[in-house]
Nanobody, 118 residues
Framework: QVQLVESGGGLVQVGGSLRLSCAAS????????MGWYRQAPGKERELVAA???????NYSDDVKARFTISKDKAKKTMYLQMNGLKTEDTAVYYC????????????WGQGTQVTVSS
């Protein structure tokens, strides 16, 4: 079992910054395949950023050059630094740990709301 807890969301103005955190617990494999997704009202959940099989970060075109994903294995925490926020970044952001490649489950956090106001 993996538990994921996001924090760091909030209300910010256009052009501002936020840093999201995702604390993982439970399985020692939780950090092996992690990423951030988001879901805006009326839209499907979409990938924002994730670590690929080679360990390198991948970003959606919408956030490339503005967002940075990182992780601290010692703290079992993943981060998403979001700069230059736009109103279209408004969404609930979810932390994900996908262990299906290793026979496990696909885990989600409860989500954290990010609202960007103009």
């Amino acid at each position: 079992q993996v538990q994921l807890v996001e924090s760091g969301g909030g209300l910010v103005q256009v052009g501002g910054s936020l840093r999201l955190s995702c604390a993982a617990s439970g399985s020692r494999f939780a950090m092996m395949s992690m990423g951030w997704y988001r879901q805006a009202p009326g839209k499907e959940r979409e990938l924002v950023a994730a670590f690929g099989r080679d360990g390198r970060p991948n970003y959606s075109d919408d956030v490339k050059a503005r967002f940075t994903i990182s992780k601290d294995k010692a703290k079992k925490t993943m981060y998403l630094q979001m700069n230059g926020l736009k109103t279209e970044d408004t969404a609930v952001y979810y932390c994900n740990s996908d262990l299906r490649r290793w026979g496990g489950d696909n885990y989600w956090g409860q989500g954290t709301q990010v609202t960007v106001s103009s």
